[in-house]
């Protein structure tokens, strides 16, 4: 069985991306955030429960990029929730550190951020304005936020204020719905404020996760404040799409979210796409089983049990298994395993020649899009309120 850095590369048609140097934002035609180069132009998108320093730690295995953190709150962090501490852990040689920090009361966050630069927790700060999940819309935050577009800018005045030398970036949303779009405005109010970066999710809140990304939207967005890098989110599956993106809109860079789920190799088709090479990852189902090996075992260290961490480990393994012909009794068999050596033992038992399957390109993770957007009572009667959003909006016990 290959190590899991070793992946069969299959060939496709791809063009060399040149990228300009003098594009704001860009230095020798490398992306810039705060003072640090992106190279590739990618970020892993912080995803709750998934983007650990375990499986961060085999993303960066495969290729370059920002990696991002799991989202936090920003109450839970400046009440010192032990959870909070354990999710943003770095790895020794992870950098820059980012955490993406949550939070709608632009004191609270303003201290959070302080706390980052003077404890030396990050080298770089992301906020949260594109969670569309109900129990956090209809308190006012995530996606909901930006429609409040003066509490928006004071929550991004005070975390830049704050963050002393470190970049502060922000990731949203189109806005709530099609009737309420707020990714231009909230745009133009984050260059004014001083954030480092954009990224934009080109679906609204109530698309959720269903539906097509409107590309178009990152395109106008790039358009109306080409002073900063602009990162493009949503429908990149694989790194020909991430080109694709950057070509059609003439964004700086891209965000990987759902994409890479089951698939870490998927930054390593990353580096060589946006250096120009046209080799692609087509792993066998041996190969994959060494990666969910690897990745199992990362999340036991981290998680300091096996048989926590193989319960964690549960939820990849359908997305590992996406399209190859595994039988029921496999699958529950790798489920089920209570120690590492139990599992490397049934990863021995798959068909290991088994090739990569094209059923197994393309969408993975939920998808699906809601009847509505969960908001606070009158949450849309005026855009210029500044009030924070009442109690429980940020439950410092969540840890994010």
Not at 76 to 89: G, N, S
Not at 141 to 152: C, D, E, I, S, T
Request: charged share 25%; glycine share 12%.
């Amino acid at each position: 069985m290959s190590r899991p850095d070793q992946v069969n590369q299959g060939k496709s048609r791809t063009s060399k991306l040149v990228v300009p140097p003098t594009r704001p934002g860009r230095e020798n035609g490398r992306m810039k955030i705060g003072t640090y180069d992106v190279w590739p132009p990618v970020v892993l998108a912080p995803m709750a429960g998934i983007t650990n320093i375990g499986f961060r730690t085999l993303c960066r295995e495969q290729g370059g990029g920002l990696f991002v953190s799991e989202m936090i709150t920003s109450r839970a962090l400046v009440e010192r929730v032990p959870l909070t501490f354990q999710m943003i852990r770095f790895g020794e040689h992870e950098t820059p550190r980012s955490i993406q920090l949550y939070g709608v009361d632009p004191a609270i966050i303003g201290r959070a951020a302080r706390m980052i630069a003077e404890e030396d927790l990050a080298d770089h700060i992301d906020l949260n304005f594109g969670c569309p999940v109900p129990k956090v819309t209809r308190r006012g935050g995530g996606a909901a936020l930006p429609y409040k577009r003066n509490l928006l800018r004071a929550i991004l005045r005070e975390a830049v204020a704050n963050a002393g030398s470190l970049p502060v970036t922000m990731k949203m949303r189109k806005g709530i719905d099609d009737d309420h779009l707020t990714y231009l405005e909230a745009g133009r109010i984050a260059v004014g404020e001083g954030v480092a970066a954009i990224a934009l999710h080109a679906r609204t809140a109530r698309q959720h996760y269903g539906g097509t990304a409107d590309w178009d939207a990152v395109r106008r967005l790039k358009e109306a404040v080409p002073e900063i890098p602009v990162l493009g989110n949503g429908d990149i599956w694989s790194a020909d799409d991430a080109l694709r993106m950057v070509a059609e809109t003439g964004c700086d860079g891209v965000v990987i979210g759902r994409g890479c789920l089951g698939r870490p190799w998927l930054f390593r088709d990353l580096d060589r796409a946006f250096d120009g090479s046209p080799e692609r990852a087509r792993p066998t189902l041996g190969e994959v089983g060494a990666m969910m090996l690897r990745h199992a075992g990362l999340l036991c260290e981290v998680i300091g049990d096996e048989r926590h961490g193989l319960a964690d480990f549960r939820k990849h393994v359908g997305w590992y298994l996406k399209g190859f012909v595994v039988g029921a009794d496999s699958r529950r068999a790798l489920t089920s395993a209570g120690t590492l050596a139990e599992f490397a033992e049934r990863v021995a038992e798959l068909d290991a020649g088994q090739p990569w399957p094209d059923e197994a390109d393309g969408p993975r993770g939920k998808s699906g899009e809601r009847s509505k957007v969960a908001l606070p009572h009158g949450w849309l009667d005026d855009p210029d309120d500044t009030a924070v959003p009442g109690a429980g909006a940020e439950d410092a016990t969540s840890g994010g």
